[in-house]
C-alpha cells in the first residue's frame, strides 16, 4: 500500500504527557497537511509544509503542538502538556504541488487524553 | 475567505432512492470544490472534484456532482441509493496557492433497506 500512513492509529494519554504522531506521505508528494477533527465536525486545517518548510499555521495551532518534517519526507505532529480538548483525531494529508490536485487522506490518529 | 455550507446534518433515505446532499461555497475567485466520504473510524476519500473543467463531475461509486455558479452551489447526488453508502460526507473548497482545503461540517447520510 503506498497511501498516507500515520502512527498510531489510537493514542490513549494522561492529561498533561506528551504525545507524537507521525505521518509518512506519498511518495515525492512535496504538500503535507495536518488536520484535526473532532466527533460531529469536519477537518480543521492546522499546518501545512512544502517540502520541510512549515508555511502555514493555524490559530487553533497554540504553542503546546509543533509540527516538523525534516528533510521533506515523513512529517511529526507533537503534542505537549495534552489536554482533554486535544482529543480529537489528527487527520495527516499529502499532494503534489499543482492547483486543483487531489489530496490523499490517511487514516488519521485518534487521541483520548484522560 | 472561502468557506463551504452543508445544508443538513443527516440526511435519510430509502435503498434505490434518489440521494442528494447539499453544498454552498462561498469564494472569490473560480473554486476548486471537492466531495469526500468518511466510514466509521476512518480517512477520507475523494469521491469527486471540479476543477472548472465540465460543470457536471462523475465520481465514483455511481456519485456526481453539479457546479452551479449562478446559485453558488456544488450539490451531490446518486440516482440510487445503496446500504453501502452510509457514511459521512464533505464538501469542501480548495484554498489559495497552498491547495488546503476548507471543509463544510459534514452530512451524515443513513440508508434504510
Known amino acids: 500500500d503506498t497511501g498516507v500512513s500515520q502512527n498510531p492509529r489510537h493514542k490513549i494519554t494522561k492529561r498533561g504527557q506528551n504525545v507524537t504522531f507521525r505521518c509518512d506521505p506519498i511518495s515525492e508528494h512535496n504538500r503535507l497537511y495536518w488536520y484535526r477533527q473532532t466527533l460531529g465536525q469536519g477537518p480543521e486545517f492546522l499546518t501545512y509544509?512544502?517540502?520541510?518548510?512549515?508555511?502555514?499555521k493555524s490559530r487553533l495551532l497554540s504553542d503546546r503542538f509543533s509540527a516538523e518534517r525534516p528533510k521533506g519526507s515523513f512529517s511529526t505532529l507533537e503534542i505537549q502538556r495534552t489536554e482533554q480538548g486535544d482529543s480529537a483525531m489528527y487527520l495527516c494529508a499529502s499532494t503534489l504541488e499543482s492547483s486543483g490536485n487531489t489530496i490523499y487522506f490517511g487514516e488519521g490518529s485518534w487521541l483520548t487524553v484522560v | 475567505a472561502q468557506s463551504v455550507t452543508q445544508l443538513g446534518s443527516h440526511v435519510s433515505v430509502s435503498e434505490g432512492a434518489l440521494v442528494l446532499l447539499r453544498c454552498n461555497y462561498s469564494s472569490s475567485v473560480p473554486p476548486y470544490l471537492f466531495w469526500y466520504v468518511q466510514y466509521p473510524n476512518q480517512g477520507l476519500q475523494l469521491l469527486l472534484k471540479?476543477?472548472?473543467?465540465?460543470?457536471l463531475v462523475k465520481g465514483i461509486n455511481g456519485f456526481e456532482a453539479e457546479f452551479k455558479k449562478s446559485e453558488t452551489s456544488f450539490h451531490l447526488t446518486k440516482p440510487s441509493a445503496h446500504m453501502s453508502d452510509a457514511a459521512e460526507y464533505f464538501c469542501a473548497v480548495s484554498e489559495g496557492n497552498t491547495d488546503k482545503l476548507i471543509f463544510g461540517t459534514g452530512t451524515r447520510l443513513q440508508v434504510f433497506p
Open positions: 471540479y476543477t472548472s473543467a465540465a460543470t
Open positions: 509544509f512544502q517540502n520541510e518548510a512549515q508555511l502555514e
